[in-house]
């Protein structure tokens, strides 16, 4: 798992191509048990409560793909969804990453924890209808089903070529629907990786949901014009929108 880890973090997520159909949204900072964590967040129509869902970047963070995250954030808010880019890193975080060191392995379970804190923070608003999902993309997708397994308050979770859940600092024996997404020519993790944590999900009696996209490489969800990268933009929506509107 550590050669994985090490690939996920050297492996760019490929720049989000793609204008932004919606405003950058709006800027918010959330607390956590470990410090403040930067958000924004894309607000879905109307006074009705209703669900959100948290993004979570992959291993270059939000910066350099900043437009194609807004468009995805603003998809799922005008499906009904409230959306927030979670930004996870922290300061040392962001010095370490590419500086040798194993940050991933080092600070996963941590980074569960902080997501968990700020999924319990959005479930206290007053929009809220008591259901949140997560959607995370490489790093983020990993991260994403750590998150899952560790809160039962997370209501279901979309990853994009992720892996089972590594290292976790409590035992993984449940996981909210999974929606999971991966290529077959997927060289920096490989789609057994994805197959896994499906297995793995309905051996705990889980659901998961497995699509396989014939001869996309990672990222391919980043190539947002491309047929594969809408087809799952429109699965997620489809799946969160069951899981978190009709359940």
Request: net charge negative; glycine share 12%.
């Amino acid at each position: 798992m550590r050669g994985i880890a090490g690939a996920i973090i050297a492996a760019a997520f490929a720049c989000l191509a793609g204008t932004a159909h919606a405003d950058d949204g709006r800027k918010l900072v959330l607390p956590t048990q470990e410090r403040q964590v930067h958000v924004t967040y894309f607000r879905a129509p109307g006074d009705n409560p209703r669900p959100a869902a948290l993004l979570l970047h992959g291993a270059n963070g939000f910066d350099s793909q900043l437009s194609g995250y807004n468009e995805y954030a603003s998809d799922l808010a005008q499906h009904g969804i409230d959306a927030y880019l979670v930004y996870y890193y922290s300061a040392d975080d962001e010095e370490n990453m590419y500086g040798g060191a194993d940050v991933f392995v080092k600070r996963y379970a941590a980074w569960t924890r902080l997501i968990s804190d700020v999924a319990g923070d959005v479930l206290k608003g007053k929009d809220s209808n008591g259901r949140i999902g997560l959607v995370g993309f490489s790093n983020g997708g990993t991260l994403a089903g750590g998150t899952a397994a560790r809160d039962p308050r997370i209501t279901a979770a979309v990853v994009y070529y992720g892996t089972s859940p590594f290292p976790m600092d409590v035992p993984v024996k449940r996981f909210p629907p999974l929606l999971i997404l991966h290529g077959d020519a997927d060289a920096i993790i490989p789609v057994e990786q994805g197959r896994h944590l499906a297995d793995f999900a309905k051996q705990l009696g889980g659901e998961a949901e497995l699509v396989i996209y014939p001869g996309e490489r990672h990222g391919f969800g980043a190539r947002l014009q491309s047929a594969n990268s809408t087809d799952a933009r429109n699965r997620t929506v489809a799946f969160l929108s069951r899981e978190l509107y009709s359940r």
